[in-house]
């Protein structure tokens, strides 16, 4: 297991249109973060997973965002009608239980045109 | 609530000079405090975390950090900078941890650059 992979790493759209990112975790983790960093900034939560229940969702998560992890394994991040402001790298990881350590992903970094 | 404070958006250190990067948070309950790096384009490493054991805590890559309570900081410390540091640091804290990590607050970063 070579840690967890996010695809794809870049993404630029025009604003109005659809996207989704996936994140694939290290196997056995069965938590699994979102989290938004835009520039500047550090990584703020945007939702998480415990094996395919969506536990916890931020106020950042608009209407327009959502989020699956059907089987407990890997989970996509959708956007609908995007907009300038969700432009940002979009990171994902996974830990085993509640306090070890989580690992990142190398992030997909999205650019609404 | 909970947050971090980083002072310095930017830091600049000599190879092989001490880097020293600063960090007070604010925490109603004791927290857990982390420390992480990011290279460009690459998602977050932990360098090191302190979870009420040592205040003294050594991390990756010759990193250590002390937690000062009376201080509320946790400053992240390298006797000597080598060129493979230059990255952006984050603080974070989470006040407790049973909640997993949704509930860490991250700073907003601190760009270490290292002049040869």
């Known amino acids: 297991d070579t840690g967890v992979s996010q695809n794809p790493r870049h993404k630029i759209t025009k604003r109005g249109q659809n996207v989704t990112f996936r994140c694939d975790p290290i196997s056995e983790h069965n938590r699994l973060y979102w989290y938004r960093q835009t520039l500047g900034q550090g990584p703020e939560f945007l939702t998480y997973f415990q094996n395919e229940a969506q536990l916890e969702k931020s106020r950042l998560l608009s209407d327009r965002f959502s989020a699956e992890r059907p089987k407990g394994s890997f989970s996509t991040l959708e956007i609908q009608r995007t907009e300038q402001g969700d432009s940002a790298m979009y990171l994902c990881?996974?830990?085993?239980?509640?306090?070890?350590?989580?690992?990142f992903g190398q992030g997909t970094r999205l650019t609404v045109v | 609530a909970q947050s971090v404070t980083q002072l310095g958006s930017h830091v600049s250190v000599s190879e092989g000079a001490l880097v020293l990067l600063r960090c007070n948070y604010s925490?109603?309950?004791?927290?857990?405090l982390f420390w992480y790096v990011q290279y460009p384009n690459q998602g977050l490493q932990l360098l090191l975390k302190y979870t009420s054991a040592a205040t003294l805590v050594k991390g990756i890559n010759g990193f250590e950090a002390e937690f000062k309570k009376s201080e509320t900081s946790f400053h992240l410390t390298k006797p000597s900078a080598h060129m493979s540091d230059a990255a952006e640091y984050f603080c974070?804290?989470?006040?407790?941890?049973?909640?997993?990590?949704?509930?860490?607050?991250f700073g907003t970063g601190t760009k270490l650059q290292v002049i040869p």
């Open positions: 974070a804290v989470s006040e407790g941890f049973s909640g997993g990590y949704q509930k860490v607050t």
């Open positions: 990881a996974s830990s085993s239980t509640v306090n070890t350590e989580a690992f």
């Open positions: 925490s109603s309950v004791p927290p857990y």
